[in-house]
C-alpha cells in the first residue's frame, strides 16, 4: 500500500511546514550537530561540534520502519492505555479528522522508505514537531519527534459544543472555488427594519425613557437553540473557506442609528480564520450566514434578551467534524 490519494493530496498542502523540518534535518548534517536522546528521560540533547549543548527538547517516539518487510508501525501500536495526552495521539486524532487513513492506521504496509519518511514527516507537521531524529535499530530505523514540550497542548473548554454540520450530497456540485487571500476583512452591513418586513418601530411613548426597553434589559449570551442555526452556518462558511482550519473567530457587531421611529440597526458580519498553514485570513460571510445572523438577533430580541452590542465566538475544531465555541456578547 503506497502512499494513497488522501496521503500525497495532503502532504502537498503541507509541503512548507515538511520543508522546514527537511531543512532543519539538513542544517544539524551540515553543521556536524549530534543529536543524544535518552530513551529513559526521553530528552534529546543537540549538540555543537564544540560540546556545546544547542538545544534540549523532548524526544517522543512516533513510527518505526523496517525496511525488509517494507512495513512502518506507528508508536501507538501495542502502547497501553495512558490518561495522558501524547504527540502521536496528535497525529491520530488529525488523521482522522481530516480525512488522511495513512495517519491513522496501525500499520503501513509497502513503503519505500523515502515514502515512510514522508509520511512520518507529516504526522510531525501536524504534531507541531520541531524537528525528527532518525535512530538506527539494527537495520530497522526509528523516528524520534522532538517538541519543545512533553506533552501537547489542550484546548480549553468552550461554553457551546457544536455537531458537525450535514454533509454535502454526493451529487451536489461543489461550490465555486473562493480567493485564497484578502487583503481587508469584508464587511457586510444589513440596515433593519427591512421594507420587505412590512413592519415599522411604533412611535416612542413621552411618558417613557428615551431608550428602548430592550437596551434597559439585562445582557446575557443568546440560548444554544437561537444560536446554534448561526454556529452551524458558521461552521459550515468556515469549512468551506478554509478545509482544515485550526481556528476560527465570527463576530457580530449591531450599531444603533437614530432616534424614534427613524432609529436603524446597522448589523456587520466579519468571519476570520486560523488556516492549516497558521496564516491569518479573512473570508466572505456567505449569505446564508448573514441571513441567519439576522434571524437569531431577532429571536434573541423577542426571547427577552438586552440590546448586545458586539458578539463574538472563537472558534476550535474537534475531530468528529463539529467544534467548540466560546461565545461572549458585550
Do not use: C
Not at 502521536?88 to 500499520?107: F, I, N, T
Not at 507541531?128 to 517538541?147: H, K, N, P, S, W
Not at 416612542?204 to 437596551?215: E, G, H, L, T, V
Amino acid at each position: 500500500m503506497p502512499l494513497d490519494e488522501a496521503t500525497r493530496r495532503f502532504a502537498f498542502l503541507l509541503q512548507k511546514e515538511a520543508r522546514r523540518l527537511s531543512h532543519r534535518k539538513s542544517v544539524r548534517g551540515a553543521t556536524a550537530d549530534e543529536v543524544l536522546w535518552d530513551s529513559v528521560s526521553r530528552i534529546a540533547t543537540v549538540r555543537t561540534p564544540g560540546g556545546e549543548i544547542a538545544a534540549k527538547l523532548y524526544g517522543e517516539v512516533l513510527a518505526t520502519y523496517a525496511p525488509e518487510d517494507r512495513i512502518l508501525r506507528w508508536a501507538w501500536v501495542g502502547r497501553p492505555p495512558s490518561t495522558q495526552p501524547t504527540h502521536g495521539d496528535v497525529v491520530v486524532r488529525e488523521g482522522q479528522a481530516r480525512g488522511v487513513p495513512q495517519l491513522a492506521m496501525s500499520v503501513v504496509g509497502d513503503l519505500e522508505q523515502e515514502e515512510a519518511e514522508s509520511l512520518v514527516r507529516l504526522g510531525a507537521v501536524l504534531a507541531r514537531a520541531e524537528g525528527i531524529y532518525e535512530r538506527r535499530l539494527g537495520v530497522d530505523v526509528q523516528y524520534i519527534g522532538l517538541f519543545e514540550r512533553s506533552r501537547p497542548a489542550i484546548s480549553e473548554p468552550g461554553h457551546m459544543s457544536i455537531p458537525p454540520p450535514p454533509t454535502r450530497p454526493k451529487s451536489e456540485p461543489p461550490p465555486p472555488a473562493r480567493p485564497a487571500y484578502r487583503s481587508l476583512p469584508p464587511i457586510r452591513e444589513i440596515f433593519e427594519p427591512r421594507a420587505s418586513h412590512g413592519s415599522s418601530r411604533p412611535p416612542p411613548d413621552a411618558s417613557s425613557s428615551s431608550r428602548p426597553a430592550s437596551a434597559l434589559r439585562p445582557i446575557r449570551e443568546p440560548s444554544r437553540t437561537i444560536f446554534l442555526p448561526v454556529a452551524n452556518a458558521a461552521l459550515a462558511a468556515l469549512e468551506v473557506g478554509s478545509k482544515g482550519y485550526l481556528q476560527g473567530l465570527f463576530v457580530v457587531t449591531v450599531d444603533q442609528e437614530g432616534r424614534g421611529g427613524d432609529s436603524k440597526r446597522r448589523v456587520v458580519v466579519q468571519l476570520v480564520v486560523v488556516d492549516v498553514a497558521g496564516t491569518l485570513r479573512a473570508l466572505d460571510p456567505p449569505e446564508s450566514l448573514i441571513e441567519a445572523v439576522v434571524t437569531m438577533i431577532e429571536a434573541d430580541r423577542r426571547d427577552g434578551n438586552g440590546a448586545w452590542r458586539k458578539l463574538s465566538a472563537r472558534i476550535t475544531p474537534k475531530p468528529n467534524g463539529g467544534a467548540t465555541l466560546n461565545v461572549d456578547v458585550t
